[in-house]
């Protein structure tokens, strides 16, 4: 993606103590130091400093229940916090006291948006839903989101439901990053093409910052409803752990004999993991489909990028 | 010192060898990561494996555990999210996994074996002075003081049951009353909870001290507790339906066979009560172990009824079939027991049933106070031997003397129920009450009125021990 001379923004926002730094930083797999625990809002704009989707700068906020210090800051600098935003994703803490409150510092947030960065996507997050009844679950956030949509006109959001001790965190993450990205559905068409083609039981691509899954294919069920997230925390961990050493992680396979599991980095926005139950097919030949594919699919990111068809194969 | 320098592991080749790393043999399965064989697994059903969402839940745990710091607890599960203790397992590093037994090891008991067991901790000697009680306040004044002394100490009891749960914050899951005392009053909450939690525990000894003096006996079997109230009821329906009953009602004056129906010696009897329905300083514990947490109140109210039925029923019964003339029912002994004749077989058992259950009791009472006083003043359950031995002198020396001087079980019973329950039942209950409320903010006039009541109720049961 062409980068214009200001970082593009992703606006983590929402309530002080609504959740969006443990969000952050199991998306992003940041370490939390317990005096970001604070006592008191977030008094500057967290940045994240992480490649998001190329070019997006992550930055948090604490929106809202401030003093009246804080309520002129954000006021005084409120044009600079909106502008060149991509994405706006607010958070709402599902046990909150102060419905009213909340929902009006969100309309304020959506009136900047439309003064400064009016094609900004929204997104609402409705979290920590662990707190509420299963039961009641499905209930409470239809109608959440029911209030959510009516305030946001005239600009459009999409609603999710999360809790960082279910799936839904993850899962909506990884719809809010499958909708980030232009010409996904292409993407897909030629994932499924290269799986295909190599023979592979399984292809998942990844975002490279969050190891969020954007698309997969599959050639057969597979048992494990929740295997994305876990190769994803497996991941992020190692990378943790890399990190300490000041070593980035690249590339990994893991093999045994009932299979063969490829990680490797794909596009400069992506990752790839191609898993090969036929061992009989040497690892060196499903590199080098991943690297073949691999041109073929930073053509394709690149919004103009000519068509190739992948007919290499070795055996 | 030179063994520091070999190896730990033995091998045939020389030193090097420890220096080849995993990367040496291209075998996978001399390699295998750790992994444990599902039929491992040690539990009831062994094909069990690890659900779906525990699988998931521990890859969360892992992976946010490595994003704080390890006492940091922001990323740790909350209780509502772990799996059941039936669900977890704990795996060994030598291949093995056990299933987690619960937590808190007691087992959970359906209400029924609750109720019993309260009933059964409830029911002590105190019933062997509730006809001589029910004499001294006059017989219908009795029975109406029995059931609203009952009433008064089961609320008393609720509020001590429910006084834990209102204190925020801190996890209270293994506290007992005089911790709540503590926490509301501090240092003086705690030691004077102590105190009066003694005068219960050192009365109940001197007064089995006296009874075991009084019921000689050598048999060889251990007899539980329970099973000499049961007789005992036996044996008062028995003489009942034996002697007939002999009740005149007179309702203010004295006659020559019987007492007044309302007398101002009552205090005795509520006296005698407040030790009889006393279990305020262990229902926490007790309650612990119901299975339906929710029934608790009412398997409370159940316990207290029955134990108000049986008082009521020991102490009815032996008033009334008191053969009245040509005896006065001012005979009625602080211990009924004592007007039966030593020769009447029937009694005889009975005394051995007491007998034996109070020898079992008691070194069991003395274990407890020994350890709450030494614990309290030493730090260390058993300072020394010279310490318990002075504190067991101490504590017969009290029985043998009363038993020698004052051997009226009825006043001691009184006396200390009456000391012990101004505390522990009334003043720090109320109180504690009181202040939770006051600090959820939702006290009101009536309720402080109230429960301010139910404390000079304590006070004037206790003076009135002294006048009456």
């Known amino acids: 993606m062409s980068g214009s001379a200001m970082k593009k923004k992703v606006l983590l926002m929402g309530k002080s103590g609504s959740g969006k730094t443990s969000m952050r930083s199991i998306i992003f797999a940041n370490y939390i130091a317990r005096d970001t625990r604070r006592l008191g809002a977030t008094i500057d704009v967290e940045h994240s400093h992480v490649r998001f989707l190329g070019n997006l700068v992550l930055n948090l906020w604490d929106c809202g229940g401030q003093d009246t210090f804080m309520e002129n800051y954000f006021t005084s600098q409120r044009d600079n916090i909106f502008r060149n935003v991509e994405v706006l994703i607010y958070v709402f803490d599902v046990e909150s006291r102060e419905l009213e409150k909340d929902m009006h510092y969100y309309q304020s947030c959506l009136e900047a948006i439309l003064q400064n960065s009016p094609d900004a996507k929204v997104f609402c997050l409705v979290h920590k839903m662990d707190l509420v009844q299963e039961d009641q679950r499905d209930l409470i956030f239809k109608e959440r989101e029911e209030d959510l949509k009516r305030l946001s006109r005239p600009l459009a959001c999409t609603c999710f439901r999360t809790s960082i001790w279910d799936e839904t965190l993850y899962k909506a993450w990884s719809s809010i990053v499958y909708q980030l990205i232009p010409n996904v559905q292409q993407l897909e068409t030629n994932l499924r093409n290269f799986a295909q083609i190599i023979e592979a039981d399984e292809v998942l691509l990844f975002e490279r910052a969050t190891f969020l899954v954007i698309s997969h294919y599959q050639c057969k069920e597979q048992r494990d409803a929740h295997r994305f997230e876990k190769i994803s925390n497996i991941i992020k961990q190692f990378k943790l752990s890399c990190s300490k050493l000041a070593a980035s992680f690249q590339s990994m396979e893991v093999r045994n004999s009932n299979f063969a599991a490829f990680i490797d980095v794909f596009t400069s926005n992506t990752y790839v993991m191609v898993i090969m139950s036929d061992p009989s097919i040497p690892s060196a030949a499903t590199l080098i489909n991943i690297r073949n594919a691999r041109k073929h699919f930073e053509k394709l990111e690149r919004v103009d990028g000519p068509k190739h068809s992948l007919h290499m194969r070795m055996r | ?468």
Not at chain 2, 48 to 61: F, M, P, W
Not at chain 2, 352 to 364: D, E, H, S
Not at chain 2, 404 to 432: D, H, K
């Open chain 2, 1 to 468: 010192m030179e063994d520091d320098s070999r190896p730990l592991l033995a091998s045939e080749q020389t030193g090097e060898c420890s220096l080849r790393g995993s990367t040496d043999s291209l075998d996978i399965k001399v390699k295998r990561p750790f992994h444990v064989e599902p039929r491992n697994i040690v539990a009831d059903d062994p094909q069990e494996r690890v659900s779906a969402e525990a699988a998931i839940l521990n890859s969360r745990v892992h992976y946010y555990s490595k994003l704080t710091g390890s006492s940091d607890r922001l990323l740790s599960p909350p209780n509502h999210v772990i799996p059941r203790p039936e669900e977890i397992y704990i795996y060994s590093p030598l291949g093995t996994a056990f299933k987690v037994t619960s937590s808190d090891q007691s087992s959970k008991n359906p209400s029924i074996i609750t109720i019993f067991a309260i009933w059964n901790t409830m029911m002590g000697t105190s019933i062997l002075s509730i006809p001589w009680g029910i004499k001294q306040a006059g017989f219908t004044m009795g029975i109406l003081i029995l059931i609203f002394t009952g009433l008064l100490l089961l609320y008393c009891c609720y509020i001590v049951l429910k006084s834990p749960k209102s204190i925020p914050y801190i996890d209270t899951s293994d506290w007992e009353f005089p911790d709540v005392c503590r926490y509301y009053f501090g240092k003086f909450g705690q030691w004077s909870s102590l105190f009066f939690s003694m005068v219960s525990l050192i009365g109940a000894m001197v007064v089995y001290w006296v009874l075991m003096s009084n019921f000689l006996f050598n048999s060889g079997q251990f007899i539980y507790s329970t099973i000499s109230v049961l007789y005992l009821i036996t044996l008062v329906t028995y003489k009942a339906f034996r002697l007939g009953f002999h009740l005149e009602f007179h309702w203010f004056d004295h006659t020559q066979f019987f007492v007044p129906e309302f007398r101002l010696q009552f205090p005795q009897l509520t006296g005698v009560l407040t030790l009889a329905f006393f279990i305020h300083n262990c229902i926490i514990t007790l309650m612990k172990s119901n299975k339906n947490q929710e029934n608790n109140v009412r398997d409370l109210s159940v316990a207290y009824l029955l134990v108000g039925l049986t008082y009521l029923y020991v102490g009815v019964l032996i008033f009334s079939a008191f053969p009245s003339p040509p005896l006065t029912k001012e005979c009625i002994e602080p211990n009924f027991l004592d007007n039966f004749p030593s020769s009447d077989v029937m009694v005889f058992v009975a005394r051995a049933f007491l007998l034996f259950q109070m020898i079992t009791v008691y070194p069991l009472l003395g274990y407890l106070v020994r350890v709450q006083v030494m614990s309290q003043f030493f730090g260390n359950n058993y300072p020394s031997f010279f310490h318990v031995l002075l504190l067991n002198v101490f504590i017969v020396g009290a029985g043998v003397l009363t038993a020698m001087f004052y051997p009226n079980i009825g006043s001691i019973i009184r006396f200390s129920g009456a000391t012990c329950g101004l505390a522990l039942v009334f003043i720090f209950p109320a109180l504690v009450h009181m202040i939770s409320l006051h600090r959820q903010g939702t006290l009101t006039w009536p309720s402080a009125v109230f429960h301010s009541f139910l404390i000079l109720l304590g006070m004037a049961n206790l003076l009135a021990q002294f006048f009456m």
